[in-house]
């Protein structure tokens, strides 16, 4: 009996050993890699394939040669909702290194240790990186308020090169922070992936902005170009200088252009477009901004010849001179009188400066807070080409109407409170994606001069593009950031008057990434994390059925299993003494 004791023990002393040594197997090999090939995966269940990457960045990931490290500043003590945003920083970062080992990351928080080092290390963040803190207001009761800087930014560096990344974009005024949160954590994967793709990139994509007709000054468009000068090459193009608009050009943008484009000049755009490029036209209809105003009791403003019109209509579109005007808008300031203290400015209601909500689940505007158009004007499609998809990015609100020219603009803005009835049209296009081929309106009345300059350069006319991309938007203010008398110009989208920063500079980077690769970091924009709320009437209401259920059922199902357990038991050593 002993002997067979002591054979049971060495058996079960085996399996215990086996089972050791299979976990550990195991373990080793769901962290191990082959090739950069992992030897273990995941089933993303979630409805919205939250913990899935996209492809792009999957692929970015395993073509990393060197080491990415990035820092996360979101660590210490945090509210709740931050806190849930750092766990999803690290979940994502996790799925990063299921790709490649060429990465690591490390949580440091910028405020720990002595206040004086807190100090200098928040002056240095600031004068290096630009990263000031978010300051969040948090009650722990009703009584009790707590006020705390929380770092929501990530900092990557790989070989000598960094990039910032924030995590939280601006959010409009009466936002709740968990939605602002939800936002946050959606565009995680987008947001790391394109600092990745900045990083990485030695071979920038060469964007022309247009000049020689009155287009944007430089000033206005500085804070786009120094955001595109991150990723791009940048370079102006005067049409007169080239026979036809070089191939190596990717992307043409047209800013705002004040001087009618020749026919010549047309058909060089034209013969750009038929060839592969890409084209943004940011165009004004209508000849019309806030300081025509000045002064005057009303004005009167007039049509813009573009020169365009033709190649537009051809292309599935038209910018006729009828403005946009909504009751979801942005404020401007008017005197309203004086008193001692000086002149009295109000903020009003300007349903000229149309506060475009993106309401599409396209990439570019997916996640968007509005944009800020001033004086937009409605875009007409026309020719319903099949071989053209066109998709409507801004809209107005569904209170909004149109007013054709001539009609006369004016400061008044109490008339349209009284006036409301007549705000009756939703959803008037003021962006617009066209992808397809186009087809030329030079194929059927080709110049002589236009086809002696092919010949001489030894260029076939080309009637019918190749899959190519366009972008129509009805303002050409969208991309002009306002320059300041103290500050030399403010950020893209910064309305000062409101004192806030629309999504101008957002929407701009996210159409020209997409115009230039629909295909590449931009995908991860169009994830979507849906946020599921509490309804808390309901739980309060419901409270004593759900605790009935979380504390009653496991202990009535564990009853039942001693019940059955014992009645087993019995019935198993009755036979064996039967």
Known sequence: MPQLEKKHRNQSLVQFALAVALLVIINVLANARIGGTALYGAWDLTEDKRFTLTDNTAEQLENLEERLTI???????????????????????????SYTNNIEWEFSDPLSGDPEIVRDRQRQLQEDFGIVPVTVYSAATAAERSLNAVYPYAVLTYGTRQRVVPFLAPSLPGMSEIRRINQAESLLEYNLSRAIEGLTNNDKPLIGFTMGHG???????????????????LGPVNLDSFALIPNDIELLIVA????????????????????????????DAVSMDLDSLQGRNEFYPQPYST??????????????????????NTKIAMATGRSAEGTNITLVDFPYHVKSIPREDHPVVKNLDPVDLRFPTVIESVSDDPDVKKTVLLTTSPRSRRQRLPSPIDLDAQKFSLDLDRFDEEALPLAMLLEGSFTSPYANRLRKENEAMLRENGIAFKAKSEPTRMMIIADGDVLSNEVGKQNPYYPLGFNKFEKFQYANKTFMLNAIEYLLNPNGVIGARGKEVKLRLTDKEAAVANATSWRLLNIGLPLLLLALFGLGFNFVRKRRYAKKRA
């Open 256 to 283: 705002k252009p004040t001087i009618p484009f020749s026919d010549f000049e047309a058909f060089k755009l034209d013969q750009y477009i038929m060839n592969g490029g890409k084209v943004l036209w940011a165009v």
């Open 307 to 328: 020169g365009l019109e033709d190649i537009f209509f051809k292309y599935g579109f038209r910018l006729p001179p009828v403005l946009a005007l909504d009751l979801s």
């Open 71 to 97: 820092r996360i500043l979101l660590t210490g003590k945090l509210p709740a909702n931050y806190e849930r945003l750092k766990e999803k920083v690290s979940d994502l970062l996790l799925d990063f290194s």
């Open 215 to 233: 287009e944007l000054p430089g000033i206005n468009t500085i804070d786009l170009v120094r955001n595109l000068r991150e990723d791009y090459d």
